[in-house]
């Protein structure tokens, strides 16, 4: 499985973003997705989840309100919309999934099977 991030870019801050995620090899619908950050000499974290139904999301507290995690099923596509931009969202972004069907919400990053190769997010002030 192959999990292919996309979207990054510099944005000012008040600046929106998108990514999305996408797999080869596999589908992402009836999977559990989470994206997760890692900014420079910090350790990866977990920025939001969401469920294999798409029905539950969870948002780390530093994002709640800004962020919005959501899957287009039809699409085979995971987004993230980032909303209201902080430099402190600099970081390279990575989605991740998980080996089996219809998880739950996972929030470390060892609950999840297969990573995308990141996509950098760099917010200037």
């Known amino acids: 499985v192959q999990l292919q991030a996309s979207g990054g870019g510099l944005v000012q801050a008040g600046g929106s973003l998108r990514l999305s995620c996408a797999a080869s090899?596999?589908?992402?619908?009836?999977?559990?997705m989470g994206w997760f950050r890692q900014a420079p000499g910090k350790e990866r974290e977990l920025v939001a989840a969401i469920n294999w139904s798409r029905s539950s999301t969870y948002y780390a507290d530093s994002v709640k309100g800004r962020f919005t995690v959501s899957g287009d099923n039809a699409k085979e596509t995971v987004y993230l919309q980032m909303n209201s931009l902080k430099p402190e969202d600099t970081a390279v972004y990575y989605c991740?999934?998980?080996?089996?069907?219809?998880?739950?919400?996972?929030?470390?990053?060892?609950?999840?099977?297969?990573w995308g190769q990141g996509t950098q997010v760099t917010v200037s002030s």
């Open positions: 991740a999934t998980r080996a089996d069907l219809y998880g739950t919400l996972y929030y470390t990053f060892r609950d999840y099977d297969y």
């Open positions: 090899g596999r589908t992402v619908s009836r999977y559990p």
